[in-house]
Nanobody, 119 residues
């Protein structure tokens, strides 16, 4: 079975930083694109950033220059370094992984981790 375990969320003051981690486990699973989405109350879920197996990245305009996505393929883990956080970044952040398991394509979602930016 494939499992995604997210960590690193919490409460931080405006201007602060957090680093989210998402570790993917499961024999025979080969992650391809890994990314982070977020959903704030009353808002639709949106892509924050994603990264390909080769290290190519995309990110939302609202986070460019502040957030950096990276991955450690040896650990099957994707990270989101979030700097200069603002209250508008408050949301549930969910890990999303597209990959291959036993020769078939799958998309997996984590349960989400709360990020709250408040003074």
């Amino acid at each position: 079975q494939v499992q995604l375990v997210e960590s690193g969320g919490g409460l931080v003051q405006p201007g602060g930083s957090l680093r989210l981690s998402c570790a993917v486990s499961g024999s025979f699973f080969r992650p391809n694109i890994m990314g982070w989405y977020r959903q704030a109350p009353g808002k639709q879920r949106e892509l924050v950033a994603d990264i390909s197996g080769g290290g190519y990245t995309n990110s939302a305009d609202s986070v460019k220059g502040r957030f950096t996505i990276s991955r450690d393929n040896a650990k099957n883990t994707v990270y989101l370094q979030m700097n200069s956080l603002t209250p508008e970044d408050t949301a549930v952040y969910s890990c999303n992984v597209q990959g291959y398991y036993l020769g078939r394509e799958y998309i997996y979602w984590g349960r989400g981790t709360q990020v709250t930016v408040s003074s």
